[in-house]
């Protein structure tokens, strides 16, 4: 029977593998030039997978410039351990937004155009990361 902490380590890498496949990425080879930049101002997250630098493709407008709405929920998450956690925030649906009209939740990810409805998910999630 496996540990707790196995257990835990193999849900975190499903969750991983299940983010990086329905998502859309681009590697750090393909990003514009300012991506570190952006980075470390807290503009946009970044991930790692096999070595790998990834950045989600819904942080960026057509002009591959990040979203000002990434930056502020970025804020309002505040620091996280793990840039995964972020993903996960942003990737799987969250009870705080709602289509117009709705009741089912939506990701982050698919709500952006929500401005206020998004950042106030953030702001109520902040704090709430574990490691």
Do not use: C
Not at 71 to 94: C, Q, S, V
Not at 115 to 123: F, I, N
């Amino acid at each position: 029977m496996p540990t707790a902490l196995h257990s835990l380590q193999v849900q975190r890498e499903d969750t991983i593998l299940k983010i990086l496949a329905e998502g859309e990425w681009i590697g750090a080879d393909t990003v514009p030039a300012d991506v570190a930049g952006w980075q470390q101002r807290g503009w946009i997250f970044g991930v790692e997978a096999e070595g790998q630098r990834y950045f989600a493709r819904y942080q960026f407008d057509d002009r591959d410039q990040p979203l000002p709405v990434i930056r502020e929920i970025l804020a309002e998450l505040g620091p996280a351990t793990d840039p995964w956690t972020i993903a996960a925030w942003f990737h799987f649906p969250n009870g705080w937004i709602v289509e117009e009209g709705g009741t089912a939740p939506i990701a982050p990810k698919d709500a952006l155009d929500h401005h206020v409805a998004v950042v106030d998910a953030a702001r109520r999630f902040r704090g709430t990361f574990g490691a």
